[in-house]
């Protein structure tokens, strides 16, 4: 049997979310009716003290855990458990006036005043003390308490501080990495507009006031961010691991979020966490919407190989959207059995319950101002707690097994957010990435979303489109990996630059890359919204749209070549035998339809299919999750109408253990939990 869990301890899908007993210290009667509220929900964990450092330590060195004591206790007592958080995520108002280095420097380097939150400098060593000493405490106190079964680790680490503490700290990291400032007058590029640098202390991270044309600055500043992100963490997990050697250490990230590196932070991290807030519409849009998200959830899961945490998501609308909708009767069951679909081992929730003031007082919560059961909202968050208590046994802890990976890469997409030239504004990375995920989601393929580091030998088919940037070590592992038989796909901007924004010499694609693919990329193409160019595959036209690369082959057999333009009867789409494996190259963006016939063609080549036998109707979708005996299907449909499908084996309801083969029809946004032996 295949199964890990989060905390063996505690083998249930968490479900509960974020809870601020310090809001209702003088509401007694508020914090009796949520225990109360908190089993007819069939909630079985919380989240507590995430923001609630004033409340902890009202005065500087004075500590008050009544709150805390009694939360732990009466959870416990209801059956409960908690996810105790550490509170770095905002600080005390009397630390920011006596210390006023806790305080984030913008990068016009003026220091921000007191207020909001996740706006503290990541370097300081007053603030690091300070979170080191409230962290142990918290440790030592709670470190025997039964209902302890995780740290939330402060909330969504973002941003970055331009303090002299912090450029400090910038520089010594660039001299560990480059040793020599010739060497990083080299990789940068800096003769250029005349920018050599003679002295460590000239450099400055990137600023609107400063240097914000270097794109090596650009790339490295960014990595540092998140070095001294995850160093922060690190300082802040050090009591934890000192009193509680035991309890599974996280903090919750945010998919795919630009600002830091998750893959960095996945390695300290015992498990991943994760928070999102898809804008779900009711309308045939939500469709893509859902592929979006899951390819986010696909990368939590990757990030460790093995099931995650959704430490947020809302049980209706939330408040800092642009609009803020409710989720329609039935979307709360549906994203919340995608997010098991995609291997989350819990549903919780961004809030138990409406603060009373401030900013989220109108965020979707379990328990809304009126403060009973009696709410559409309270009955879908029971009724999901209801089905995953049923699917406990089952399905918690099961893992995903893929044959397919996609490479998304923070520094590429930092490098291609940079660098000049192409589509200036967005060259629509992170759409690309979509884009594929989208074909392989539609035909209920599971798919790894993977980086650099990653074992490439686990997959029969890598995507990975736009991968501008290739480090010598990745040049390397793309080669062996089709060289040992893998089937490789790469698009345009293949193999442009290293690692800092360096173009490779001697033609693109960078490196062995050239060999491996047989070709020879001599120019790109940009064009303007609305123009296309053809490409004809198997007797269909695509349309080439944004980018067209003029390539030559040099060894690779041209599949398909452009209709129209200068540069009609070049190469478009080419494969290349390499080792024991093959190197397919589109040369062009294409749209869905073409995204599609390419992944189908890719599939049945290397006998990839679905763990759902069934043809998948638009809209619907199948994604697996297994214990290595039994395959778990999650059929989903995301229409507002409902699709039918059909199979050939006989599989048995997850949820009622009743069988079900032939004809499948989902009414619109149901979810069918279907198993068989493998
Ligand atoms: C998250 C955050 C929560 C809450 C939520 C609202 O990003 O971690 O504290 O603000 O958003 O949707």
Redesign the pocket.
């Known amino acids: 049997m295949k199964k890990i869990y989060m905390n063996e301890n505690f083998k249930h899908f968490l479900h509960g979310g974020?809870y601020n007993p310090d809001q209702w210290q003088n509401y007694p009667e508020v914090l009796k009716e949520d225990m109360r509220l908190f089993k007819l929900a069939n909630c079985n964990s919380m989240s507590v003290g995430?923001?609630a450092w004033a409340a902890l330590e009202p005065e500087e060195g004075k500590y008050d855990f009544t709150f805390l004591d009694k939360a732990m206790d009466d959870i416990y007592a209801n059956g409960g458990r908690v996810i105790l958080a550490t509170p770095s995520g905002a600080r005390p108002a009397w630390m920011a006036q006596k210390y006023p280095e806790v305080l984030r420097v913008d990068e016009t380097r003026h220091r921000r005043w007191f207020g909001g939150r996740h706006n503290h400098c990541f370097t300081s060593p007053i603030y690091r003390e300070k979170v080191a000493k409230i962290n142990g405490l918290l440790a030592e106190r709670y470190k025997d308490h039964p209902a302890l079964i995780a740290w939330h680790v402060s909330?969504?680490y973002s941003g970055a501080c331009h303090c002299d503490l912090c450029r400090d700290a910038f520089r010594g990291w660039l001299k560990e990495k480059y040793g020599t400032l010739d060497e990083l007058n080299d990789q940068w590029w800096t003769p250029f507009w005349s920018h050599i640098y003679t002295d460590w202390s000239q450099i400055d991270p990137t600023s609107p006031m400063g240097e914000c044309t270097m794109s090596g600055l650009f790339v490295d500043w960014r990595r540092f961010i998140t070095d001294q992100t995850v160093d922060f963490f690190k300082n802040e997990i050090a009591p934890l691991r000192k009193y509680t050697p035991n309890i599974p250490v996280t903090t919750?990230l945010?998919g795919f979020f630009p600002g830091l590196d998750y893959r960095k932070f996945a390695k300290e991290l015992d498990f991943v966490s994760h928070?999102s807030?898809p804008t779900w519409r009711g309308d045939e849009s939500d469709i893509r919407l859902a592929s979006d998200h899951a390819a986010r959830f696909d990368l939590n899961r990757s990030l460790k190989h093995k099931p995650f945490i959704q430490m947020?998501c809302?049980p209706s609308n939330?408040?800092?959207h642009a609009y803020n909708k409710l989720k329609r009767p039935g979307m709360h069951m549906l994203a919340a059995m995608q997010l098991l679909a995609h291997g989350s081992d819990s549903v919780l929730y961004?809030?138990w319950r409406k603060s009373r003031g401030s900013t989220?007082k109108f965020?979707g919560a379990v328990v809304d101002h009126v403060g009973h059961e009696n709410t559409r909202v309270f009955r879908d968050v029971s009724e999901v707690g209801a089905r995953l208590k049923k699917l406990d046994e089952s399905i918690l802890g099961t893992v995903t097994e893929s044959r397919v990976a996609i490479v998304y890469d923070w520094q590429n997409r930092w490098a291609l957010e940079k660098t000049e030239g192409f589509q200036l504004r967005d060259k629509k990375y992170m759409n690309t990435i979509h884009d594929h995920y989208f074909s392989l989601w539609k035909r209920g393929i599971n798919v790894e979303v993977i980086g650099e580091d990653d074992d490439f030998s686990c997959y029969d088919i890598i995507i990975a489109p736009m991968l501008y940037v290739t480090s010598a070590k990745m040049i390397d592992k793309l080669e062996q990996y089709v060289k040992n038989g893998g089937t490789l796909q790469c698009t345009y901007m293949l193999g442009m630059v290293n690692e800092n924004d360096r173009c490779h010499l001697g033609g693109f694609p960078g490196g062995k890359l050239k060999d491996v693919f047989g070709i020879w990329n001599e120019e790109i193409d940009t064009l303007y919204p609305g123009e296309s160019n053809k490409v004809e595959l198997d007797g269909v036209t695509y349309k080439a749209v944004d980018y067209c690369e003029l390539i030559h082959a040099q060894g690779a057999e041209v599949l398909a070549t452009y209709g129209e333009d200068f540069y009609a009867g070049m190469p478009a789409i080419t494969v290349n035998n390499y080792g024991k494996g093959k190197a397919y190259y589109t040369a062009f963006r294409g749209e869905d339809d073409f995204n599609d016939k390419f992944t189908e063609l890719l599939l049945n080549e290397c006998g990839i299919t679905s763990d759902f036998d069934g043809e998948l109707p638009y809209g619907m979708t199948a994604h697996s999750r297994t214990d290595g005996e039994n395959v778990y299907v999650f059929l989903q449909n995301y229409s507002t109408k409902p699709l039918t499908t059909s199979t050939k084996y006989t599989w048995i309801i997850a949820d009622d253990k009743k069988e079900v083969s032939g004809e499948i029809t989902l009414a619109s946004y149901e979810t069918l939990i279907l198993s068989r032996k493998i």
């Open positions: 974020d995430i923001f909330n969504e919750n945010m928070d807030y947020e809302t939330v408040n800092h961004f809030q989220e965020h």
